[in-house]
């Protein structure tokens, strides 16, 4: 049993009520765990604390805080072996994929670190002799960060490594269900070296801690990562007392395979991003959009790779994708079948809950799948793979910009008026053409419409952290 503590300016701690949450491996239901429950007065705690450590963080020097981070990167990789295990138990994906995690976390850690050291301001030439025009980079203060389960990790370390690196302090919430592998990344922080109170780390009710620290006039930033109707309400609540926002929310891509594209290569690359993390991930390909010529061949190609996973527990030999990471996945996976099939979708592969015990569904693809079912406009967020034929660019192109979310999309073609145009005209955050090349630390990673604003990558993740203030400074007259 595994219990997962609060940790506020510097220490770990209960939260003041001593109340708990209990932890659930989604793999066999069994309890494996709990997390401390944060109220209003533990929240109280780390505002204070944040406040204290953003005192010391933004004083201290980029290439110091930098140091500081890279450390941590390294303790991470250091104790890969113990933090994936944690993972896979509260989390359910394959421990291969739960060290891919880490690494790539510590590899985000590395990035932002190095980023600390290129916040620059400018200066701006002045009209007047003796006038400088300076324009300084300064970090916004106290955050408040909400993370989802699907990337315990790396969810985290986006928001974390881009605050830290702009000289920030935080208060991040994780999700209850999987608090103790984001407890790691922040136990690497504090073993590196990181000042008291410049990471807090609480856990409780997501509502309530949200309309605390967003309303509390200390915190001057949030970052939210989950549903789009969550992130509406974050936001709404955050445009009320005038904060600063990052909104990293739902997707439910498109993928167009034209009828010159490499259908095999489609296939193989499409059905890794679907399936990777039991296809819980905000920009796996969902809408397959196929021109009739290759229709039939890629419905067999991508269900040939569907049905040769394997399902099951994450820790077991050979298993390539484990269960979803709670109930409320499943039934919504279940339903989401269901309804497609009633009507008129036909199951190509899988479509059931898999095994009787744990949260597991079936790698599953529909084919035909008409407009109007749910899952054609609400995103699955699951093993679920959607195929749709097409006759015309424009009637790919409508369909792909059709849904209210724009995160990421993706497209197969061997023509280059295909993708120039697709690039011009595809309304989403980010596009993958011939290749699955999304999510690096350096490349931006956002969406446009309601799949949120801002980005956690690339330099734009740093400046979302960052105010701006102009100094106009002439000499003195003698
Ligand atoms: P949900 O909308 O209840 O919660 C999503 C996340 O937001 C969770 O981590 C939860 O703890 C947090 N949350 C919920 N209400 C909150 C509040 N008032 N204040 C602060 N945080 C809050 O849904 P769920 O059942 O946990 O997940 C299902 C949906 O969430 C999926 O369909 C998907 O759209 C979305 N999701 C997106 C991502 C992503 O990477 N963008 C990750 C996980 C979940």
Known sequence: MQHTQLFIDGEWRESRSAETIVVVNPATEDIIGSVSHARHADLDDAVSAAGKGFKIW?????????????????????RINRIATVMTLEQGKPVAESKTEINASADILDWFAEEARRTYGRVVPARGEGIYNLVLKEPVG????????????????????????????????????TPASPAELVRALADAGLPKGVVNLVFGTPAEISSYLIAHPAIRKISFTGS??????????????????TMELGGHAPAIIFDDADVKFAATVLAAGKYRNAGQVCIAPTRFLVQDALYEEFISEFVERTVAL????????????????????Q???????????????????????????GYFFAPTVLIDVPTTARAMNEEPFGPLALIQRFKTFDDALEEANRLPFGLASYAYTRSIRNATAISAAIESGMLSINHYG?????????????????????????????????????????
Request: glycine residues 12%; proline residues 7%; hydrophobic residues 40%.
């Open 438 to 478: 999304l999510a690096l630390p350096e490349l931006p990673f956002g969406g446009v419409k309601d799949s949120g604003y801002g980005s956690e990558g690339g330099l734009e993740a740093v400046e979302s952290y960052l105010a701006t203030k102009f100094v106009s400074q002439a000499s003195p007259a003698d």
């Open 331 to 357: 039934a919504a996976l279940s339903s989401f079948v269901e309804d497609a099939v009633q009507s008129g979708a036909k199951v190509a592969a899988g479509g059931g809950r898999g095994q009787n015990k």
């Open 228 to 245: 789009t109707p969550v992130g509406k309400q974050l936001a709404s609540l955050a445009g009320l007392h005038m904060k600063r926002i």
């Open 58 to 78: 933004r004083k201290m020097s980029p290439l110091d805080r930098s140091h500081i981070m890279r450390t941590a990167a390294n303790l991470l990789r250091e």
């Open 142 to 177: 106290p955050v408040a960060a909400f993370t989802p389960w699907n990337f315990p990790i790396s969810q985290a370390v986006r928001k974390l490594g881009a605050a830290l690196a702009a000289g920030c302090s935080v208060i991040i919430k994780p999700p209850e269900e």
């Open 310 to 329: 394997k399902l099951g527990n994450g820790f077991d030999e050979g298993v390539t994708i484990g269960p979803l990471a709670n109930d409320r996945r």
